[in-house]
């Protein structure tokens, strides 16, 4: 009992976030209820409201600690890296991918509530800064002279989008397997013929 009372006080959103996202993994967001993980974690069908007024507050805060988790992901591995702009690409490009296809229901989760015109103040924040760090990549890149010139929103919309449409193609397994074995080193070399100065 006094476990339960300790972890139910104590740790239950994070045990709440952590179950949501393992069933996002397994049956997708239709599977979520918040009477089902109290069910699973074994505390009372009411107890998640504390934490979540209702499912949408769930799915908000999924998405808001996958974007947080992504930056994160995206900051280290730029710090352990090279200069160069094809290196920091490279870099970043492992990042997200390693991320979109360990997390792929989460990655659409995410995605799909940004682009709802209820997405918080908080979640545009966090989803704003893994873009940030690769807007700041870019920047660098042309001050370096490795970069072509030209708004970085427009340089950036082009890197963003390639990689972003090759992570989710990977992430639901999408890519013949002769492609995935060296589809990453490709697609960085594409991008940087497509970066670099005219």
Known sequence: MHTRRRYHHGDLRAALLTRAEETLRE?????????ELARDLGVSHAAPSRHFKDKQALLDALALA????????MTAAL???GESFA???????????????????????????KHTPSASEQLNAASQRWTDAMAA???????RGEVREGSVERVGVGVFSTLHGYASLA?????????????LDDL????????APE
């Open 87 to 113: 290196e920091r690409l490279r870099a970043g490009a492992r990042a997200y991918m390693d991320f979109a296809t360990a997390n792929a229901e989460l990655l659409d989760l995410m995605y799909a509530i």
């Open 66 to 73: 996958g974007f947080d988790r992504l930056a994160q992901a």
């Open 188 to 195: 960085v070399a594409y991008i940087l013929r497509g970066c």
């Open 79 to 81: 710090e352990e890296t």
């Open 27 to 35: 049956k997708g967001p239709a599977a979520l209820s918040l009477r």
């Open 171 to 183: 992430a639901g397994d999408h890519l013949p397997p002769e492609v995935r074995t060296q589809g």
């Open 137 to 143: 990549l870019i920047t660098e890149g042309q001050r």
